[in-house]
T-cell receptor, first 111, second 113 residues
Framework: RKEVEQDPGPFNVPEGATVAFNCTYS??????FFWYRQDCRKEPKLLMS???SGNEDGRFTAQLNRASQYISLLIRDSKLSDSATYLC???FGGGSYIPTFGRGTSLIVHP | GAGVSQSPSNKVTEKGKDVELRCDPI?????LYWYRQSLGQGLEFLIY????????KSGLPSDRFSAERTGGSVSTLTIQRTQQEDSAVYLC???????????FGDGTRLSIL
């Protein structure tokens, strides 16, 4: 049973490109949503929360579509340093408040 | 401020030995989680503590694994009679409450020989 699904990639893009990832979730009672990035052999680090109205942080934009049950992450003007694995996290309601991580989407930004 | 602290950073031990991993969460965080991650794999949920409630142990892979959280703060994850398949990075995270983002420690890299 896959509650949070992501395209594993890798997404291979040139510097300066715009790239978008989606993450679908199965439980309509989901209550909180986040994007994390994880560098090779490092711990996940919070990138941004995802709000119902959508939110932006510099080159990063996150959106939530509750009707279709997915969240998205858009990265504009990609940098080499954006190369990482991007994990979406969904916390389901209904009694079990354990955040569920997707398997991650690998992004490689090349010169 | 201080983040989540885990110790040891690395642990190498022989098959069959017991190991104890420690996690010191961010002060004031009521929720604490343990995960493990094998090379190239996603995060595998192990156990979750929230305040004084009974922990959710639904992710523990076998009865060789146990965890406790003393005084609502420090947590220890114990693996008894380690097996080679236990080799992984064990990550601890804490959050202010269940709907807030988690903050991860650097992890403990466990290698079973």
């Amino acid at each position: 049973r896959k509650e949070v699904e992501q395209d594993p990639g890798p997404f291979n893009v040139p510097e300066g490109a715009t790239v978008a990832f989606n993450c679908t979730y199965s439980n309509s009672a989901s209550q909180s949503f986040f994007w994390y990035r994880q560098d090779c052999r490092k711990e996940p680090k919070l990138l941004m929360s995802v709000y119902s109205s959508g939110n932006e942080d510099g080159r990063f934009t996150a959106q939530l579509n509750r009707a279709s049950q997915y969240i998205s992450l858009l990265i504009r003007d990609s940098k080499l340093s954006d190369s990482a694995t991007y994990l979406c996290v969904v916390t389901f309601g209904g009694g079990s408040y354990i955040p569920t991580f997707g398997r991650g989407t690998s992004l490689i930004v090349h010169p | 401020g201080a983040g989540v602290s885990q110790s040891p950073s690395n642990k190498v031990t022989e098959k069959g030995k017991d190991v104890e991993l420690r996690c010191d969460p961010i002060s004031g965080h009521t929720a604490l989680y343990w995960y493990r991650q094998s090379l190239g794999q996603g995060l595998e949920f192990l156990i979750y503590f929230q305040g004084n409630s009974a922990p959710d142990k639904s992710g523990l892979p076998s009865d060789r694994f146990s965890a406790e959280r003393t005084g609502g703060s420090v947590s220890t994850l114990t693996i008894q009679r380690t097996q080679q398949e236990d080799s992984a990075v064990y990550l601890c995270a804490s959050s202010a409450d269940t709907l807030q983002p988690q903050h991860f420690g650097d992890g403990t890299r466990l290698s079973i020989l």
